[in-house]
T-cell receptor
Framework: GNSVTQMEGPVTLSEEAFLTINCTYTATGYPSLFWYVQYPGEGLQLLLKATKADDKGSNKGFEATYRKETTSFHLEKGSVQVSDSAVYFCALKREGGTYKYIFGTGTRLKVLA | EPEVTQTPSHQVTQMGQEVILRCVPI?????FYWYRQILGQKVEFLVS????????KSEIFDDQFSVERPDGSNFTLKIRSTKLEDSAMYFC????????????FGEGSRLTVL
């Protein structure tokens, strides 16, 4: 079946450190891939997305590249800030008529000043 | 900025009781969803709703669950007879379309079943 696996947290970094949160997926065909972020006390918000192989999604300094050969969509940021502290969710949506998004467990990021 | 709102933020109930979770989706959105996250586990799809009917549901969404859009603004999830394993954070979401568009989520309603 279709699934998303992301690295377990929490991830604790110092401000200005490099961030990688790994995400791999299992799906047939060509799903669309997403990263959502949940800040404390808020709902999940779309951070970035990629809809086909080799696409790079980017937003707010975060990037992720759709790698079909490794079935991965790792999230990266060159220099994290305290305000990036949140829970990050990787997700996929199969191509076709489905309404359903499949999420990972979420990875909590804590950035220390 | 328009947002999805959910009430209550936290509800504690006894096993076997009925619970209704409420959501107000973004006003021009056409597709509505419920997801849930049991503590430490994945965010799981429950159901999607479009044009006043269920468009897709997961195996979790059994006869104990129902959804309704009673008026032009609210979207509710009812659990008829709660079980301990229904304890989770329930997220409502809405979207303009069902393609690769963005889901807009509410803050979640935490349900604790004792």
């Amino acid at each position: 079946g279709n699934s998303v696996t992301q690295m377990e947290g929490p991830v604790t970094l110092s401000e200005e450190a490099f961030l990688t949160i790994n995400c791999t997926y299992t799906a047939t065909g060509y799903p669309s891939l997403f990263w959502y972020v949940q800040y404390p006390g808020e709902g999940l918000q779309l951070l970035l997305k990629a809809t086909k192989a080799d696409d790079k999604g980017s937003n707010k300094g975060f990037e992720a590249t759709y790698r079909k050969e490794t079935t991965s969509f790792h999230l990266e940021k060159g220099s994290v800030q305290v305000s990036d502290s949140a829970v990050y969710f990787c997700a996929l949506k199969r191509e076709g008529g489905t309404y359903k998004y499949i999420f990972g467990t979420g990875t909590r990021l804590k950035v220390l000043a | 900025e328009p947002e999805v709102t959910q009430t209550p933020s936290h509800q504690v109930t006894q096993m076997g009781q009925e619970v209704i979770l409420r959501c107000v989706p973004i006003s021009n959105h056409l597709y509505f969803y419920w997801y849930r996250q049991i503590l430490g586990q994945k965010v799981e799809f429950l159901v999607s709703f479009y044009n006043n009917e269920i468009s897709e549901k997961s195996e979790i969404f059994d006869d104990q669950f129902s959804v309704e859009r009673p008026d032009g603004s609210n979207f509710t999830l009812k659990i008829r007879s709660t079980k301990l394993e229904d304890s989770a954070m329930y997220f409502c979401a809405s979207s303009v379309d069902r393609g690769t568009g963005e889901l807009f989520f509410g803050e979640g309603s935490r349900l604790t079943v004792l």
